[in-house]
C-alpha cells in the first residue's frame, strides 16, 4: 500500500502540503481533459500556495506508452523537478510511476518487465490522484505501458513502482461522463473479483476485495444513471481504492491477461476491454471457483441467501452480464473492431496474454487453444438480460 492514503470529499486541497514534505518542484502528469475541466491549474494553485513550483506535462492520451514515458522523463530532467504528482485516470498515474522509477534507476521502461532489471533504488516521490474511480492504480505497485515498438503491453510489477502517496478525492470523478463511469466501474469490479478467485489470494485481500464488490454493486448503477450523485460517486472511489488495495498483493487472473493484448493492438482503453471480457471469463471459470462465485452472487441477489453453491454461482455470472448490458457496455464487435483483423490476431494475443503470466493465477489456467477460442467467443458475446438472474 502507499505509505499514505488520504480519502473523502475535498481531500484534493491537500496536495499542496503532502507535495510540501517531499519536494521543491512537482512534475504534473496529466491530460488534455484535466486541463480543459480546470483540475491541473487548481493543482499548480495547491501547490504554489505551499511553496511548491510546478511543470506540466498533458500529453498523456488513453493508454500509456513508452513514448509517453520517455516524453515526460525527458521534461522532468530539463525543469529540475524533484516530486511527480499524477493527476487523472491509471493512464497518467501509470505513466507518473514509471518516470518516478527511471528517474532514480535509469534504463527503458520495458527491462523492468518480467524482472530482468530490478528498481533497487528508492523512486522519485510520487502522489497519486485519480479522477476517475476505476483502476485502483492509486494504490498498486505495478505499472502498464505500451511497447510501441511491438505492440506489447508491459505489465511490471515491483515495490519501488508503489506510488508514496495516494489522495482519493470523489469529487474529481463527478466530471467523468456516464461511459466512463461504466467502464471505470467494471473495471474495478474485475480488479475486486478477481482477487477473489485468484490462486494467490488470502484472507487479508479477501476481506479488500469483498468489501470493494459491495461498494460497486451497490452504487455502480447510481453513479451511472446520476453523475451528480455524490454519495454513489463516494462509496465507487473508495471500492475501487480497496479493489486496487486487493489485487496489487493477490494478482490478477484471465481477464487482465486477455485485455491487455486488445489494448494494445485494438486501443480499446483498459477500463473497456476488462468489462467486455469478465462475463465470458466467469462463464469459463466457473466450474474452477464455484464457492467463491457463490460468495459474489449472494452479494449481487442478497434475497438468494439460501441458494445452493451451484446455483448462486450461476447467479454472480448471470448478475454480471446483466450488469454490462444495464451499463451499455459494448462487445468487441460492437466496439468496432474488424472481425477479419482481430482473428488474424487471436494466436498473437493469446501468447502475449500467457506471457504476462496473469492467466496462470486463474482458478481454471487456459491452454492457448482455449486462449484463442475464449477469445473467439468474446468478439460476438452476448449480454444477459435481467429475467435470466432471477429465480
Request: glycine residues 8%.
Amino acid at each position: 500500500m502507499p505509505q499514505t492514503i488520504i480519502y473523502g470529499r475535498k481531500s484534493f486541497e491537500k496536495v499542496g502540503a503532502e507535495a510540501a514534505l517531499r519536494g521543491k518542484k512537482a512534475l504534473i502528469i496529466s491530460d488534455k481533459v484535466m486541463s480543459r475541466l480546470g483540475c491541473v491549474n487548481q493543482c499548480c494553485q495547491y501547490l504554489h500556495d505551499n511553496g511548491v513550483a510546478s511543470a506540466v506535462y498533458l500529453g498523456v492520451d488513453s493508454e500509456p506508452t513508452d513514448q509517453y514515458v520517455e516524453e515526460s522523463l525527458e521534461l522532468f530532467e530539463k525543469e529540475s523537478c524533484d516530486l511527480i504528482i499524477s493527476l487523472g485516470g491509471g493512464s497518467c498515474i501509470d505513466t507518473g510511476k514509471a518516470i518516478a522509477v527511471l528517474a532514480t534507476n535509469g534504463g527503458y521502461i520495458g527491462e523492468y518487465m518480467g524482472g530482468r532489471k530490478i528498481a533497487d533504488k528508492a523512486a522519485i516521490p510520487h502522489i497519486a490522484i485519480p479522477t476517475t474511480a476505476g483502476t485502483g492504480s492509486e494504490a498498486t505497485d505495478a505499472t502498464v505501458i505500451t511497447n510501441t515498438d511491438d505492440d506489447v503491453k508491459m505489465m511490471i510489477k515491483q515495490p519501488n513502482f508503489m506510488p508514496l502517496v495516494a489522495i482519493v478525492d470523489p469529487l474529481l470523478t463527478v466530471s467523468s461522463p456516464p461511459h466512463i463511469t461504466a467502464a471505470t466501474g467494471v473495471d474495478a469490479l474485475s480488479h475486486a473479483v478477481e482477487a477473489y478467485l485468484s490462486k494467490r489470494s488470502h484472507p487479508m485481500t479477501d476481506t479488500m476485495a469483498l468489501s470493494a464488490i459491495r461498494l460497486i454493486v451497490e452504487n455502480i448503477e447510481n453513479a451511472y444513471d446520476d453523475g451528480d450523485n455524490i454519495d454513489a460517486r463516494e462509496k465507487m472511489s473508495l471500492g475501487a481504492l480497496q479493489a486496487g488495495i486487493a489485487f496489487s498483493n493477490s494478482s490478477v487472473c484471465l481477464v487482465h491477461g486477455m485485455s491487455r493484448p486488445i489494448g494494445a493492438l485494438f486501443h480499446v482503453p483498459h477500463g473497456y476491454s476488462n468489462a467486455m471480457l469478465l462475463p465470458a471469463v466467469l462463464e469459463f471459470s466457473k466450474e474452477a471457483c464455484m464457492e467463491r462465485l457463490a460468495d459474489l452472487g449472494r452479494i449481487f441477489k442478497t434475497e438468494y441467501k439460501n441458494l445452493s453453491i451451484e446455483r448462486a454461482a450461476s447467479v454472480a455470472v448471470e448478475s454480471v452480464k446483466a450488469l454490462c448490458q444495464k451499463l451499455n457496455i459494448p462487445n468487441l464487435e460492437g466496439w468496432g473492431i474488424e472481425e477479419e483483423k482481430f482473428n488474424l490476431s487471436v494466436s498473437k494475443m493469446a501468447r502475449d496474454a500467457i506471457d504476462s503470466g496473469s492467466p496462470a493465477n486463474n482458478p481454471r489456467v487456459p491452454t492457448k487453444q482455449e486462449l484463442e477460442e475464449l477469445y473467439h467467443t468474446c468478439y460476438h458475446y452476448k449480454f444477459a438480460t435481467e429475467d435470466k438472474v432471477q429465480g
